[in-house]
């Protein structure tokens, strides 16, 4: 078959878009069904979020012995994961392994940009349109797009003008960048930027971070890992990976599950202090009623602002730091001496929420009519998170309705992983999924393993096309957003809200109630013969038409 400029398009039985951690298990996985696969990455590396964000000091906040995949036993044994908390480069050499080790390149095209991804209705087949020209028809379309993979730029007068580099965070060059002796400028204050900034502050002759909200942060405590533990952690890794799954964020760690009321103010004292000490995000598990109840959260919260006090020396610079919202709202980020950071005498922090950016010039930024002269600019400004990246393909179901209008009002996809009027497409830790609230990489495995299933299902029954029913859709997002406002959830501007992207409506996307309730739900599912799911005869006239 060709189209109208003379280029055949190529079959295949499923599409995968995105080579990141959910793209590779997806093509290891549908391989197994016996099935003939092409993934489309656009980056010219494997890796995902892992190839994209090569900023300095960029490291993932979950530890590596649980931030890994889990289907393969002797790969899990066989990996050497060298700190608790693995940096950038090491998880992008992990996934590179397991690209090579299992095969996988041969079904990868890089550098190949999605641009769209049309349905032929009667035939249930997906035309995936590519910026290279290039066309595959596809009877299934997995898209593996990321939650955190559509880089935001928010628009800043003159911007283009400036005369240094500028660089996003999430689209880091490949090779080094050495800021020694530049005057340096951060806009934002989030995860990335947090990482970024120490290491940035030594290199820098000066460095100004301009900080819309102050963002809560704990300490990583980030060591090469104990001989010991690592032995201890890969004899058990079966039954770690099980107990893990079993809890609300599927890491391991302590869930108190005490409320903040029920011990002395010493205690709680006490069990802070020793979560501060551990380090990590498990300080939200100090207490089970830290996200949900107002006086625990605040309680939370004031230990933090007075840690915050503590370290950093000059007092007008502490407050600036101390956020005024609620701690665990938005995502709680993990630093390596980002607080005492602001104690070096070539670090300014300037606050851009009383007075926005002005403009970018030439030379610098301008904040209250005054400019901060910059040599380099560093864009640490987040993402338009977990529906960016699929908005940005020109995705058409049913009738020609595009998921992006479909969505216009927020995302609609029953267990996160797909919508109504789009059969035979799947997404790995879409809205509604428990993704971005939970240890990312055991919820692909699950999300794959469960979409894998649902193919399978299909195949087996002589089916052309599966696709969730409308109410079955309604009911997860209603349940989903009733859930979330039992939480503190919407009590901030975050960007699980929507909140960081102008004009996006502001609904909670992740799937709140933890990965057990998901996992549970999706078993029954599964266990009902796909109930909630449209299973459709095939068009035998269409079949053949192919
Ligand atoms: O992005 P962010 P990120 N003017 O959205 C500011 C994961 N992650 O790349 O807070 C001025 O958190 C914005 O201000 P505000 C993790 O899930 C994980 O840092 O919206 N400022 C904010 O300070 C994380 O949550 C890891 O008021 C503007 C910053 O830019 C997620 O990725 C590492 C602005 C954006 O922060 C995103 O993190 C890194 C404007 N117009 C990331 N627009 C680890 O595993 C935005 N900002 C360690």
């Known amino acids: 078959m060709a189209d109208g400029t003379g280029n055949a398009a190529s079959h295949v039985d499923v599409v995968v878009v995105g080579a990141g951690f959910a793209g590779l298990y997806a093509l290891y996985r549908l391989r197994r069904l016996g099935l003939n696969i092409r993934l489309l990455e656009a980056g010219e590396g ?48 992990y996934l590179n392994h397991v690209a090579d080790r299992f095969d996988l390149r ?24 590519t910026s290279d020209g290039g066309r595959t028809v596809a009877r299934y379309c997995v898209m593996a797009t990321g939650c955190l993979s559509s880089p935001l730029t928010p628009r800043f007068e003159g911007l283009e003008s400036f005369a240094g580099p500028t660089y996003h965070t999430a689209r880091w060059p490949r090779e080094k960048i050495d800021f020694t002796g530049q005057r340096v400028g951060v806009l934002g204050t989030g995860s990335s930027a947090m990482q970024a900034i120490p290491l940035i502050a030594e290199q820098a002759s000066q460095l100004t971070v301009f900080q819309r909200s102050a963002n809560y ?71 089970s009623d830290i996200t949900t109840n107002d006086e625990a ?31 665990g ?49 560093v864009l640490a400004t987040g993402f338009d998170a977990m529906t960016g990246a699929l908005n940005k393909i020109d995705i058409r179901g049913r009738s020609g309705l595009s998921l992006k209008e479909k969505w216009a009002e927020g995302p609609r996809a029953y267990l996160g992983v797909a919508s109504a009027g789009f059969p035979n497409l799947f997404i ?58 039992r939480t503190l959830r919407y009590e901030c501007a975050s960007w699980y809200l929507g909140a960081n992207v102008p004009g996006k409506k502001r609904v909670f996307m992740p799937f709140v109630a933890g990965l057990p309730a998901y996992i549970r739900k999706c078993d029954e599912v599964v266990a009902a013969g796909y109930a909630g799911f449209i299973l459709a005869p095939v068009q035998q006239k269409a079949m053949g038409a192919l």
């Open 106 to 129: 041969r079904d990868i095209r890089l550098g190949t940009l999605v641009e769209s991804i049309v349905l032929d209705e009667p035939a249930a087949r997906w035309t995936v349109t």
């Open 297 to 327: 959260n605040r309680l939370a919260s004031d230990f933090v602002h007075r840690k915050i006090r503590s370290i950093v020396e000059d007092p007008a610079i502490a407050e600036m730091l101390i956020p005024n919202s609620v701690i």
């Open 46 to 93: 494997v890796g995902g979020t892992w190839y994209w964000n090569r900023y300095p000091a960029a490291r993932c906040d979950t530890e590596s012995l649980q931030y890994s995949y889990q289907f393969s036993e002797e790969l899990q044994q066989d990996w050497a994961w060298s700190e608790r908390y693995a940096t950038q480069p090491e998880i992008e050499r």
């Open 428 to 485: 790995i830790t879409g809205p509604g999924s428990p993704s971005v609230l939970t240890n990312m990489v055991p919820t692909i495995e699950q999300h794959v393993d469960f979409i894998a299933g649902c193919i399978d299902h299909v195949e087996a029954g002589g089916y052309g096309a599966i696709e969730p029913e409308v109410a079955a859709e309604d009911a997860w997002v209603a349940y989903n957003d009733e859930v979330a406002h």
């Open 217 to 287: 942060a704990v300490p990583a405590w980030n060591a090469p890992l104990d001989a010991g533990y690592l032995a201890w952690f890969k004899a058990n890794y079966v039954e770690n990976r099980k107990r893990a799954k079993k809890l609300v964020s599927g890491f391991l760690c302590y869930y108190n599950p005490q409320t903040s009321f029920e011990v002395s103010a010493a205690d709680r004292e006490r069990e802070y202090e020793k979560r501060w000490r551990e380090g990590g995000i498990g300080y939200l598990a100090a207490f």
């Open 329 to 377: 709202c938005k995502r709680l980020c993990v630093h390596a001496g980002y607080y005492a950071t602001y104690n070096r005498p070539n670090v300014a922090l300037i606050d851009v929420k009383a007075n926005p950016v002005e403009r970018v010039t030439p030379t610098g930024v301008v904040v209250a009519g005054r400019e901060y002269p910059v040599d380099a600019l």
